[in-house]
């Protein structure tokens, strides 16, 4: 995936992973001297097509409803915050940028 130190989209830089699971990591990030949390979602290749394409979509959904939404204890995303990253010959990433809310 992604090592502590890397650029993404020229001002993501990874700090330190926080969160592992079977479909994911979770990152904090310096966007500028801000910290915020990146959700990196990588879809496992022993399921199925459709499936893979359920799972992008909803985490799509979850991107937009969030740029969208602006209530307490919801994390802000900008338009910009969610983007499909990868390296050359790496499997496309789907990444989603959010404020980091402390204590959570």
């Known amino acids: 995936m992604i090592n502590p130190g890397q650029i993404l ?4 830089r990874a700090i330190q ?6 479909f994911g990591q979770t990152w904090e990030v ?9 959700k990196i979602l990588q879809v496992p ?10 799972v992008i979509s909803l985490f ?13 204890g919801l994390p802000k995303v900008e338009p910009e915050g969610y ?3 990868s390296e050359a010959g790496d499997e496309p990433l789907h990444c989603l940028v959010m404020e980091k ?3 959570i």
Do not use: S
């Open 60 to 72: 799509e959904q979850e991107a937009k409803v969030l740029t969208y939404l602006h209530e307490p």
């Open 17 to 22: 992973l926080i969160g592992d699971c079977g």
């Open 9 to 12: 989209q020229q001002h993501y």
């Open 45 to 54: 290749r022993e399921i199925e097509d459709e499936e893979i394409e359920q």
């Open 30 to 38: 310096d966007d500028g001297g801000t910290i915020k949390i990146m």
């Open 101 to 103: 809310i402390e204590g």
């Open 83 to 85: 983007f499909i990253w």
